[in-house]
């Protein structure tokens, strides 16, 4: 383990992604409490107009991820990261200067929240496609280890310091963090010596046809296709109790706010640790044991959740212990799920792959809370969040019935990848041609 934490450190370049990347996330998690704070303090926000934020922020994944896995497999990546980054940094920017000329309104933060989320998709999905070409394959994990490790971390301190920072420079202000964030990550980008291979701009192909090339080897490749079910499986029962949770926390168990964020804070430091340990567990348990029995841990503790029936501190212990179980598995599998998705995915199909896989297992997110909602004003938030922990408890069926428990190493599925996409050639060349 020592030699391949040293080897991933030794890599620079990597750790200048790396190191902005850190930054970025945590001015993320900023601006993510300031710029609802900034409809509601400056513009007295509806719940309403906070949902059609929320909305603005997160259509651009269903709107752009597909194209945009094209583009990025049709482009070097570097120049597309540095791109977005500028644009979130200038977007963000904007916000303070709208608030002190007078202008800001809530379409104003409406536009905001939707650019800034146009630019993520090409930020997440470009980030994660770029990182192979920048580490070897045997240090995958080390590398997934530490960029998980960084998110998880930024989601444990980030609303914190975005509280701080609201009430000394206000929500917008605050907003100047995020913005000084992204020219960190754009500073790191530029300063990356290793040149990024040549890449076949695929100008006469269909858009659409690279797109379903994309969705074809998603769902294709039995790996993907497994751990893509389930991860739209956790979303969806996921993000619908989530909606439920928060009324029911307030209102039935008599929680304070602090004590709410504080038992969401508990499963961001889980995954901090199981993102931390993964690479112990990875060679304890074996590649594929490993992720059964983390993506297990990480979604059967929330059968505890309906167990917290009534206010006082024994509920919020069960709740707290439940997200921090559940984030001690969920940090440990994304860390070994990544690495086995990069190691499948050949260098030209890692951006449309990373894009149909967020297009699908994000997509979930948005109509989760949707039903949540829907669930909770009809049967009730206690039985919806019965049906919510049930639904999150069988996401492991996808992988369960995949023959992904086999997995020895990264190598092996590394060569399962190379054989699926060697038999997918023939007819997506010919496909090609008659496009």
């Given at each position: 383990m020592a030699r391949s934490q040293r080897t991933v450190w030794s890599n620079r370049d990597f750790v200048k992604l790396w190191g902005g990347e850190t930054v970025s996330l945590l001015g993320s998690e900023v601006s993510?409490?300031?710029?609802?704070?900034?409809?509601?303090?400056?513009?007295?926000?509806?719940?309403?107009?906070?949902?059609?934020?929320?909305?603005?922020?997160?259509?651009?994944?269903?709107?752009?991820?597909?194209?945009?896995?094209?583009?990025?497999?049709?482009?070097?990546?570097?120049p597309i990261l540095l791109a977005a980054n500028l644009g979130s940094a200038l977007v963000l920017g904007s916000v303070p200067l709208a608030a002190a000329s007078?202008?800001?309104?809530?379409?104003?933060?409406g536009a905001v929240a939707f650019l800034t989320g146009a630019f993520a998709v090409f930020l997440h999905v470009g980030f994660w496609s770029y990182v192979p070409s920048l580490v070897p394959q045997d240090e995958l994990?080390?590398?997934?280890?530490?960029?998980?490790?960084?998110?998880?971390?930024?989601?444990?301190?980030?609303?914190?310091?975005?509280?701080?920072?609201?009430?000394?420079?206000?929500?917008?202000?605050?907003?100047?963090?995020?913005?000084?964030?992204?020219?960190?990550?754009?500073?790191?980008?530029?300063?990356?010596?290793?040149?990024?291979?040549?890449?076949?701009?695929?100008?006469?192909?269909?858009l659409a046809t690279e797109i379903r090339e994309g969705l074809a080897f998603v769902f294709g490749n039995r790996y993907l296709r497994a751990f893509a079910g389930e991860a739209a499986t956790f979303n969806f029962f996921e993000s619908a109790m989530?909606?439920?949770?928060?009324?029911?926390?307030?209102?039935?168990?008599q929680m304070s706010a602090g004590t709410l964020g504080a038992i969401i804070a508990s499963g961001a430091l889980g995954m901090l640790l199981g993102s931390l340990v993964a690479q112990r567990v990875e060679?304890?348990?074996?590649?594929?044991?490993?992720?059964?029995?983390?993506?297990?841990?990480?979604?059967?503790?929330?059968?505890?959740?309906?167990?917290?029936?009534?206010?006082?501190?024994?509920?919020?212990?069960v709740l707290a212990g439940a997200f921090f179980t559940a984030g001690l598995g969920i940090g440990t599998t994304v860390v070994l799920v990544v690495a086995v998705r990069q190691s499948v995915t050949?260098?030209?199909?890692?951006?449309?792959?990373?894009?149909?896989?967020?297009?699908?297992?994000?997509?979930?997110?948005?109509?989760?809370?949707?039903?949540?909602?829907?669930?909770?004003?009809?049967l009730g938030l206690r039985p919806t969040l019965v049906i919510c922990a049930f639904g999150m408890a069988a996401a492991p069926v996808w992988i369960l019935c995949s023959p992904i428990g086999g997995l020895r190493d990264l190598a092996q599925a590394a060569l399962v990848g190379r054989d699926a996409q060697a038999a997918m050639s023939a007819p997506a060349k010919s496909s090609s041609t008659a496009s």
């Open positions: 993510g409490l300031a710029l609802p704070l900034a409809a509601v303090l400056l513009l007295s926000a509806t719940p309403a107009q906070l949902g059609l934020l929320g909305a603005a922020k997160f259509a651009p994944f269903l709107l752009l991820s597909l194209p945009a896995g094209v583009w990025l497999d049709r482009f070097r990546k570097r007078g202008v800001l309104s809530i379409g104003y933060l994990t080390a590398a997934s280890s530490k960029l998980i490790a960084s998110s998880s971390a930024a989601a444990v301190g980030g609303p914190g310091l975005g509280g701080v920072l609201v009430q000394l420079l206000s929500a917008p202000g605050a907003l100047l963090f995020d913005a000084g964030s992204f020219l960190v990550a754009a500073g790191g980008l530029v300063s990356i010596r290793r040149i990024e291979p040549t890449v076949d701009d695929g100008a006469s192909r269909r989530m909606t439920v949770l928060l009324v029911y926390a307030i209102r039935d168990l060679r304890r348990l074996r590649l594929g044991r490993a992720i059964v029995w983390t993506m297990v841990l990480g979604c059967w503790p929330y059968l505890l959740v309906p167990l917290a029936s009534r206010p006082g501190a024994a509920s919020v212990s050949p260098d030209r199909m890692m951006g449309r792959m990373n894009a149909s896989y967020r297009f699908v297992v994000w997509g979930f997110i948005a109509f989760g809370a949707l039903i949540g909602g829907a669930l909770g004003s009809s």
